[in-house]
């Protein structure tokens, strides 16, 4: 560990092709340790008495932003007969329940229930508990890798971040504006 050399010596960051960078090795421990953690966001879904698929449905869903069937669909990357079957599964289980669109009433929307708020706290606290020994790092490195997370949360998708309850959904840091004068 802490080697950041080039080389196709089986560095995590390594293409293959003799490319590596410290970001790319960075960004491969920390897919590592993400996916090391696979099995307590399985667990924590099976608790609930959901499969994978049903666990990030229940997820996607707000009681103060009501799903349509057809964007749970687009979010999972599925047909709409198998986002009505993970909807049917999330309704047998209590944790969501359809309604008629408050704007078009042809339209039935998902919303959790109590009991599926509930389960989206379980299932957000196994998410982002974090992995064996992050909490023993010395504080400025606990920080530090705050400060990086921030940043790449601002620049990857910050609603999927902030419907997870990970990042605030503010918007991203904006070049100068036109009042500031130009550096130079």
């Known amino acids: 560990m802490g ?19 410290i970001a790319r090795e960075a960004w491969a421990i920390l897919v590592g340790v993400s996916m090391s953690q696979r099995k307590v966001w399985l667990d924590a879904g099976q608790a ?3 499969t994978p698929p049903q ?27 198998y986002a009505t079957a993970l909807a049917d599964r999330l309704e047998e289980r209590g944790f969501v329940e359809r309604r008629v669109s408050a704007t078009d009433r042809r339209v039935r929307e998902l919303v959790p229930t109590a009991a599926g708020v509930a389960a989206q706290k379980r299932l957000r606290a196994a998410i982002i508990a974090p992995p064996p020994g992050l ?3 010395p504080e ?4 530090a890798l705050m400060r990086i997370a921030e940043r790449l949360a601002e620049r990857a998708d910050p609603r ?17 504006t036109s009042d500031e004068a130009p550096v130079g």
Do not use: F
């Open 55 to 81: 666990a990030v449905s229940l997820m996607k869903l707000s009681p103060d932003d009501p799903s349509r069937l057809g964007d749970l669909a687009k979010h999972m990357h599925c047909d709409a007969s």
């Open 140 to 143: 400025e490195d606990q920080l």
């Open 160 to 176: 999927v971040a902030a419907r997870l309850g990970l990042v605030p959904l503010t918007p991203p840091a904006t070049a100068a």
């Open 48 to 50: 609930e008495g959901l």
């Open 3 to 21: 080697s950041h050399e080039a080389g196709i010596g089986g560095h995590p960051g390594d293409t293959g092709d003799g490319a590596c960078s």
């Open 135 to 137: 909490d023993e790092l």
